[in-house]
């Protein structure tokens, strides 16, 4: 059964270095997603893409966040300036373009800013 | 403005114990959608249901049912003789009708079964 995948599953970074969190969605799959959980908090929208531009983003979702489709199968968030509080579980999804479209989520990169 | 409340922030129960999480939602769309998800200790989201909000139907997949009700805004979620297996954090989110829009996620309930 397809899936979506992330990588690295967990990352470890000093605040204010840069980092790339990795995914790839389910191939058929058109509208990509990135979500993030801070821990034992409710999970929260960060960002939607379609057809290579964002479609919606929340106010999280600031000038140090972007996100690219560099290739046909990988979908990357990047936080530019990394702060303590986005130490979080970012968690990347997809959907297909028709239909009701439920999304499939990944399993997560922890990420840790220290 | 979307909104899912979960009041239940954690439920315990021993094994083979019925279980219901209550969830309630806002919006002024009149047509969306309901999901659960559940977020097993390992921490990956899996999808359990989808429910559209013209379909008032309630539905039984094994021992998990789902109680749409309109009129109380309300998608509550059974699990009949619960499981060890079953702990984890279950989540109800709602999405507008079009494709590619947010889901809005309540705050989780968590659910401990004892065996």
């Known amino acids: 059964e397809p899936e979506v995948t992330q990588t690295p599953s967990h990352q470890v970074t000093q605040m204010g270095q840069e980092v790339i969190l990795r995914c790839v969605p389910i191939?058929?799959?058109?509208?990509f997603y990135w979500y993030r959980q801070i821990l034992g908090q409710k999970v929260e929208f960060l960002v939607s893409?379609?057809?290579?531009?964002?479609?919606?983003k929340s106010e999280i979702f600031d000038d140090q966040f972007s996100v690219e489709r560099p290739d046909g199968s990988n979908f990357t968030l990047k936080i530019r300036s990394t702060k303590l509080e986005d130490s979080a579980m970012y968690f990347c999804?997809?959907?297909?373009?028709?239909?009701?479209?439920?999304?499939?989520f990944g399993p997560g990169t922890r990420l840790t800013v220290l | 403005a979307q909104k899912v409340t979960q009041a239940q922030t954690e439920i315990s129960v021993v094994e083979k114990e019925d279980v219901t999480l209550d969830c309630v939602y806002e919006?002024?769309?009149?047509?969306?959608?309901l999901f659960w998800y559940k977020q097993p200790p390992s921490g990956e989201l899996v999808f359990l249901i989808r429910?559209?909000?013209?379909?008032?139907q309630n539905e039984i997949s094994g021992r998990y049912s789902w109680n749409f009700q309109k009129s109380t805004s309300s998608f509550n979620f059974t699990i009949t003789a619960s499981q060890v297996v079953d702990s984890a954090v279950y989540f109800c989110a709602l999405r507008r009708k079009a494709a590619g829009n947010k889901l809005t996620f309540g705050g989780g309930t968590r659910v401990l079964v004892k065996p």
């Open positions: 999804a997809s959907s297909e373009a028709s239909g009701v479209n439920e999304q499939f």
């Open positions: 191939s058929n799959h058109l509208y």
């Open positions: 429910r559209n909000s013209f379909d008032e």
């Open positions: 919006t002024r769309d009149t047509t969306y959608y």
């Open positions: 893409f379609y057809n290579n531009e964002i479609s919606e």
